[in-house]
């Protein structure tokens, strides 16, 4: 039998869940009080995977291209870190939005320990400055991240790149 999909209702950037607790278990949103705040690219995927239900103003339910014109409004880079994010989830990572930023934190486990992964989304053929990308290097750096870059091209496919010190 197929389990019901969690209800969510949208509040301004976020989507709220009242009994998130398995969602939070699987690595999605942040625990505030009784209730499990969802960032608008984890609420779109979950709506896509029909794992979530989100009611907007009106008690009206919101469709995945509801949240998707709705976030992409506040948020240019809202797409490509979408993109990103479903797949680093597809490929079973961890992954977390940063608010306000073409930015996802990526958990991986290995036996030995734990990677940790910053991702900037950036779209195929958009130019970013040295100055900004280094702002990034040094970002990752500080929070003890392996940077990496995800390039998303006009189909929706994901290019992945690290970014490494070199010894020169």
Request: glycine fraction near 10%; hydrophobic fraction near 40%.
């Amino acid at each position: 039998m197929a389990r019901a999909a969690a209800e969510g209702i949208l509040r301004n950037s976020y989507v709220e869940v009242k009994d998130g607790g398995e969602l939070y278990e699987k690595g999605f949103g942040v625990q505030v009080g009784e209730v499990l705040r969802l960032a608008l690219v984890e609420a779109a995927y979950l709506v896509d995977k029909g794992e979530l239900r989100v009611v907007g103003e009106g008690g009206r339910s919101l469709s995945f291209q509801d949240i998707v014109k709705l976030a992409s409004r506040a948020d240019r880079s809202f797409w490509q870190k979408l993109v990103v994010y479903a797949d680093l989830r597809d490929r079973g990572l961890r992954a977390q939005p940063v608010e306000g930023t073409p930015i996802v934190l990526v958990e991986r486990k290995f036996k030995e320990g734990e990677r940790r992964y910053m991702v900037l989304c950036l779209e195929e053929g958009v130019r970013i400055g040295f100055k900004e990308l280094e702002g990034y290097i040094r970002r990752a750096l500080e929070a003890r991240r392996e940077l990496v870059l995800a390039i998303v091209d006009k189909d929706g496919n994901v290019s992945y790149y690290a970014v490494e010190r070199s010894l020169g």
